[in-house]
């Protein structure tokens, strides 16, 4: 009886890792269960919110300019787009049912989680994670997270392009205290995961999304809080 019990545990724990989601849209997505989150395994590419409200065209674009690579990449979204203009503190935007963009808190217990380097998380970075995070068609990158993260870069509205393919990728974070971008490098020499301290309203990235409810924000992050905000522009 104790065998058949751990052996449905097991094909449980299984399924939930690997469930799927889909948006308005009709596009489905894998999920990946990292720690007690889970987070979508693929970028967002609905043209809908979860409402069945377009998304205004001018809010988003294809990765890298080019519509073949939104089966694989997902879209660059506009933050008017991914936040959908909301305030408080678990924003659901453009992610679909159930699923919001990711709070600084909820990234760091990402990090936590799978054993990043902290010290400098004062200046908002993270060593020795970025490998873990990011799909193994990345160089050097082992995926062991199971996040399978892609180097979708970013369009630039301020220097009007596309600017990183191959080598970066963003992850939407916000909750009342604006918007930030969790910026991922892959790199032998780098290996790390960077919160930017500056939010750029020109700037359309991809949408990563993770489930959950509403979170207490106020817990202490290494001397910062709600009223001390993590990460501040």
């Known amino acids: 009886m104790k065998k058949i019990i ?4 097991i094909i449980l724990q299984s399924v939930f890792a690997y469930a799927q989601v889909k948006d308005f849209e009709g596009n489905i997505y894998d999920t990946v269960v990292i720690g007690k989150q889970t987070w979508l395994k693929q970028n967002l ?4 919110y979860s409402d ?4 205004p065209q001018e809010y988003y674009l294809p990765t890298n300019g080019i519509d073949s690579l939104v089966k694989r990449y997902g879209y660059l979204y506009h933050y008017k787009a991914y936040s959908r203009d909301e305030i408080g503190k678990k924003i659901h935007g453009a992610c679909p049912h ?4 990711a709070t600084p808190t909820e990234l760091h217990e990402l990090m936590v989680y799978l054993d990043a380097d902290t010290t400098d998380i004062y200046w908002g970075h993270y060593q020795n994670v970025s490998k873990k995070l990011a799909d193994t068609s990345w160089p050097f990158a082992t995926n062991s997270s199971g996040l399978s993260l892609l180097p979708t870069g970013l369009y630039s509205g301020k220097n009007n392009g596309f600017f990183n393919f191959g080598s970066f990728t963003y992850i939407p974070l916000g909750n009342e205290t604006g918007l930030k971008t969790a910026t991922i490098l892959v790199m032998m020499q780098s290996n790390s995961v960077l919160i930017d301290r500056q939010f750029y309203d020109t700037q359309f990235i991809p949408c990563r999304c993770i489930k959950g ?4 924000e106020n817990k202490d992050l290494e001397r910062e809080t709600e009223n001390d905000p ?4």
């Open 213 to 216: 409810e509403v979170i207490n």
């Open 6 to 9: 751990i052996l449905v545990t």
């Open 230 to 233: 993590l990460y501040p522009n």
């Open 52 to 55: 069945g409200v377009p998304i």
């Open 98 to 101: 159930g699923y919001f963009i």
């Open 45 to 48: 590419r609905s043209k809908y």
